[in-house]
């Protein structure tokens, strides 16, 4: 029997079994250090070299363009703050803080920093970007939110940077392994993803750097991945989120069918429920953001964790901020509406009975 339901997948994901049995041997019986020249540390080297390859061809990249990292915060603030002409920023309101504060310590350090305002259903118009670009040398936009799952045109925006000469970034970190990537016909020059969000593990991520783009280290030290990421790699960290990510690929119109599926099952169940539904469109699989008229979002979130039902008001580092988050101020919620906004993010694990079960919690809290 279940311990309680987890509908926080934009949060974190569950480590899937094959990732973390294909983890194992590199933590305890080939633990060797993959820089070293002895036979015992070639295995671990092939294992890298064959994870880099497995996670290029799942977003069309080739493999020395993808660079290791601790995960999409290390990844985004690489892209932002190793941009040799980051002097002058355009991102969007709705970012993560992985990139509004690695923007906002830009600024600091007197770059100019521009956030483009969203729509209500959370899109960048590429007018915006056009009307905003002319100074721009780096443009930041998101492929997916982490809130309210609205995607973007990442080619269109990133057609208008090239148009300027500008260098785009994307931070896919909600969308890889989810919806397919592919950054060559997205267009873009750098690309942040982590292996947690798609059911790998924790603590390990990549930058994908197209060929040519210049980017200078973020911190300094030995010669891994190219002299361009110092530090030990994480081994095994980064053989599971090779298998996750392949995995996830080969499932994941299955997996996106079946969630579109449960999220008209429980906005069904709402019904009589006062309530907007935040987002675009175009979304994440079973990423479902919903404002309820007059009630406290931190208040459901904790009657729903009583009743053993995982759910979130917004992005998990900011669960101890109270505050109606950026997200649902910038896309222009009303405010009787904001303080009751909640975040339900199915994942692969979720299933129809996990759907009743959290539509019929929610109803009893919001009716009593
Ligand atoms: N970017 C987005 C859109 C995210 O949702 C997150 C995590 O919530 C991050 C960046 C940070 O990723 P990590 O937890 O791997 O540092």
Redesign the pocket.
Known sequence: MKRYIYADN???TKLSSSALEAMLPWLQSDFANPSQPYSFSRAAKTAIKESRQIIADCIGASSDEIFFT???????NWAIKGSTISRSIITSEI??H??LNSCKAMAVGAADVKYLKPTRDGVILPDELEKNISAASLVSI?L???EIGTIQTIRELCEIAHARGALFHT?A??AVGHIPVDVKSLGVDML?A????FNGP??V?FLYIKSGTPLLPLHDGGSQENGKRAGTENVAGIVGMAVALKENCERMSQTAKRLYCYEELLIDNLSGLDFIRNGGEDHLPGVINLSFKGASGEAILHRMDLKGICISTG???DSVNTQVSHVVRAIGVPEEYAQGTIRISLGVDNTEEDVIAISTALKQILLN
């Open positions: 934009a949060a974190t601790s995960g999409g915060t290390e990844s985004d970012e993560h992985a990139v998101m997916a939110n982490n931070d970190v909600q942040s982590s292996a947690h969000k924790k603590g991520g992005s998990a580092c």
